[in-house]
Nanobody, 115 residues
């Protein structure tokens, strides 16, 4: 059994920053990919960023240069540093962890960018 728990969401003004954290625990041998998705009201879930265990990172175009994904493999934790936030970044952010053939998801953390 694997548990995935996100934290760090909240309300921030446009131009501000937030840092999301996600920790995986339980029966973990090796994590392949850790990443973040988001879903805004009335919209489909979309990939935000992923980090492979080889150290590669990929981002959706709209967050490139503003968001940074990083991970601490010793702690089975992934972070998403979000800078220069825009109202269109408002969404529920979900962490996902790929272990072998399975993907595990957290319950999400709300990020609201508003003045």
């Amino acid at each position: 059994q694997v548990q995935v728990v996100e934290s760090g969401g909240g309300l921030v003004q446009p131009g501000g920053s937030l840092r999301l954290s996600c920790a995986a625990s339980g029966s973990i041998f090796s994590i392949n990919v850790m990443g973040w998705d988001r879903q805004a009201p009335g919209k489909e879930r979309e990939l935000v960023a992923i980090s492979t265990n080889g150290g590669n990172a990929n981002y959706r175009d709209s967050v490139k240069g503003r968001f940074t994904i990083s991970r601490d493999n010793a702690k089975n934790t992934v972070y998403l540093q979000m800078d220069s936030l825009k109202p269109e970044d408002t969404a529920v952010y979900y962490c996902n962890v790929q272990i072998g053939l399975y993907t595990y998801w957290g319950q999400g953390t709300q990020v609201t960018v508003s003045s």
